[in-house]
């Protein structure tokens, strides 16, 4: 079963506490306790939660900046793989979360918990949210302010924050801020920086860890930001 019709049924929902769980049972049309117990060894638990988190987070973060609008659930779909059978269910359950009393630092939270802090997990989906931001044009004061508590919730510092600001504002990100590299980096170290990127960012490390195939699109594209950085870089140093 896809990971949309695992959240739309309802199924995992009783396998997972806190508001992750209590919108799976809403959706559902079920109450499910908040005091259940999540099950962080469990593969199916984390890509659930990471794949509500970024619904949730995304709608929150809409509501937060006082403006829902399509360009923000059409970057939704741009970077996340919905089969058009599920387009019109995982629409609903987007304006579910939306509405949900629960804070979203609830959301950022329970989905923290589990994982380590500052994974290539939680960066793809503080990427996403970046993205998603921007969809109707510059990111907003409200929308920046959202996105660096929830990094921090994740555990990133204050300047791994400013990298991923970065990456997303202006007009676009230098190489050296998508390698999180500085421009005096030796190329041995460049190249060594080059290679741990592409090994955390690689899809099929980021689903071992986590994320549903479902959004291997997104990842697939961090990982050639990431090569197309790395190239960028070697033809300005004359690096064969």
């Not at 049972?25 to 060894?41: C, N, Y």
């Not at 059409?74 to 579910?96: C, M, T, Y």
């Not at 793809?124 to 510059?138: E, H, K, P, T, V």
């Not at 099929?204 to 479902?214: N, Q, S, V």
């Amino acid at each position: 079963m896809s990971i949309w019709g695992i959240i739309i049924g309802g199924t995992a929902g009783f396998a997972m506490g806190g508001p992750i769980g209590a919108l799976l049972g809403a959706a559902a049309g079920h109450a499910v306790e908040k005091r259940l117990t999540p099950q962080p060894d469990s593969d199916a638990t984390k890509q659930v939660a990471f794949t509500v988190a970024v619904i949730a987070l995304s709608a929150k973060m809409a509501k937060a900046d006082g403006m829902v609008t399509r360009d923000e659930i059409g970057a939704f779909r741009n970077r996340v793989h919905i089969p058009a059978s599920e387009v019109k269910q995982v629409g609903k359950f987007w304006d579910l979360a939306r509405k949900t009393p629960d804070g979203f630092q609830d959301y950022a939270h329970q989905v923290a918990r589990l994982f380590a802090p500052r994974t290539p997990v939680l960066e793809q989906l503080l990427d996403l949210l970046f993205y998603i931001a921007r969809s109707d044009g510059a990111i907003t004061q409200p929308e920046k302010e959202y996105l660096a508590e929830v990094a921090h919730i994740f555990g990133f510092s204050a300047d791994d924050f400013a990298r991923f600001a970065a990456i997303h504002q202006g007009d676009g990100p230098s190489a050296y801020e998508v390698l999180a590299v500085t421009k005096d980096i030796s190329d041995a170290d460049l190249k060594t920086q080059w290679k741990k990127l592409v090994r955390s960012h690689h899809p099929d490390k980021l689903m071992a860890d986590g994320m549903p195939e479902e959004f291997i699109n997104a990842a697939n594209e961090r990982l050639a930001a990431i090569n197309a950085a790395y190239d960028a870089i070697c033809r300005q140093r004359g690096i064969s």
